[in-house]
């Protein structure tokens, strides 16, 4: 066992409750005082960067890393003023801690209220990048948590400095414990860090799925787990068909390694005829590869080639776009729930009905009637910063906010009240006014 | 492996996606004939229930049943007109399903919305009490899930005709599958349910703290886990002392067995002195057996045992007290962080800034002022049934009712946008006009 990762994580727990009592204005403060440390620091962080370029250049000649990784783990005065940018754009978001969620009067003198508060202590592990860091350590902050991070260990350096010179910069004021931000060094610390339940409120992988699933199996504390994407566009039989075609070409091309874009349209048998031809037409003239069950093929010919049985799970994460012929909106649904991953799933029509049946139905986090299923992403959801997009259940869906970062009590102020004032003959009775919430 | 588990699992999954369609018209409809059939089938369930009886009849003179877990499983007409009265509280909630929690325009025609909708499949696991059963059907019905219930052993007949009894009224409406609600029997059963990941979406054990680890031990779905209660009550040096000691009574004697009833008091050194010799008299004309820290001891002389030191964790569930004497609210802080359970605690004070930094700092699903700690409960807050009470801190904190029991997706409404419209030189603009939230 690693003593250094309990000792932090004890000091980090101790901290967190400091920070939970931290007012907007101190958060706010120290997050321009966090921006300006970088921005005055760019020699220093270009000198410390450079010890991991230089290993990931071998490591790239040797082919044991990405082109596109290796560009991410560079800085430059740039990349330092966009980081810096990023953190001031945390702190013009609103704080998230302390919004009153419910608000019931119970009784005279007797007011419940649900109020949003920090999780406590989270475990962030990264990827390579930076920007990772700097961003989750702002979120960190204005949601009042303390953050222990893991980042790639291809920034090893660079994620130190960045700790050091953000430690810095918080604890000029004094109310702010270093220990609010924490640098976690190695898989081995990491590993017992999931451990750590008792210290630890959640646990946020970004990266492979491969990493999440080693996450969540090796550790009991609650995991915000970030998404696989097989998302899907339906195409009704009253479908408008050129905004069909529109929507399809933006949710598969405008950027097709992200996990919100389209691997698999389903097309009513009425209008696949018509359709179809059209449809692959244009995704051709953009370099989409096609594949599509025995229908689609018998309508396209050799310009789609044959889906096997296993395929409707996968996410292609590029130009391929797999095409099913399907007979009407329960199918769509019946596909979209046993082959996607419940992330984002699109109907076009113009029929309201069907398309408020397809929105109870889709069992997914963002459920879309005619518009690109790119827009499920925090930035265009107006969450401000997005920590990375859930398709678990439980407390937070779809893209992940400052909102994913808070829990919530309930705090109750009475006047010295007892149950047993409430219980037999001649109890009082409880009054219950309160909020109540909007309807579809 | 059980294949009728699966095939049930599976047979349910299938029918969350039409439930999860069901309009609040039709699951109150249900509901209601849910409560006849009961009424209507009293002779029925008192004959099978006496299957149940006379086996428990036999394990409590062999003394491997207590008598209140016998006296709980034995139906009779009042208890079961009290289960049908359960039913109808039920029905007269709001639908949880189907709530706008967040309303955004991003822009002309591009409406987001963030909707309350089912889980999908529940499996909840519950002590051998008829009432439960009932109860639980209920709430899964209303919140729009299917849901598979295992019932403790001891009431095997008395759950499955129960199940039979319901799943027969529920189908006299054929929009609902009888697959709403399953009996599941049996250990082996259970452990082949919570394999079951693909199907199952919300794991809710009810019962013993050794129930609940062995569920989350054995399952990767998510777990509601319900509490232990080591509640604390600090009264602070600007207290009321006379509401302290009413507040303590009730809150330990009212109903000692149950999770929210206090079990130490956090008395500041400033009015130890001359407060607790009022308390512990108090408390001893009410049968309270008093445990002390060195402090309390020497105040009180012989009518309080000294507190082990490894003791502060524990919860007594009985006419037992733990008193311990601090310096001020930070040390009454750390001593509930770091020994209560994150149920209920409250602070006895006139002062509102300590009462303000007391709820900031203090980590737990209910902090309260000048109140009992048996208000920790759904029916008191106002929620209107309770699943449990939860001391973790991810969906649900505290008391749950039907809230608990729906997740939310997002529903984004358009006219056939493209992501790749905002982007770039002259890029449409988002709008981001919706609502905000209210601060404390």
Known sequence: MNSDVLRDAVAAKAAAGLLSSLDSRTKDDALERMASALEGATDRLYATNQKDVDAARALLSAGRLKESAYARLSLNSETIRQMARSIRAVRTLGDPVGRVLLRTELDDNLELKKVTCPFGVLAAIVEARPDAVVQLAALALKSGNALMIKAGAEISHTSGVIVRILQDALTRDETIPREALTNVCGREAVMHLLKLAEFVDLVIPRGSAELIRVVRENTRIPVLGHADGVCHIYVHSAA?????????????????????????????????????????????????????????????????GRVEATEWHTEYGALTLAIRVIDGCKEAVAHINQFGSHHTDCIITEDAVQAERFSRAVDSAGVFQNVSTRFSDGYRYGLGAEVGISTGKLHARGPVGLDGLVTYKYILSGSGQCVSQYIGQNARRFKHEGQSLDYV
């Open 240 to 304: 408008d068909i050129k905004m069909a075609i529109n929507v399809i070409l933006d949710s598969k091309t405008q950027a097709p390694s992200t996990c919100n874009a389209v691997e698999t349209v389903l097309v009513d048998r009425a209008l696949a005829g018509g359709f179809l031809p059209l449809l692959t037409h244009a995704l051709r003239e953009r370099g989409v590869q096609l594949r599509g069950c025995e229908t689609a093929v018998s309508i396209c010919g050799q310009d789609i």
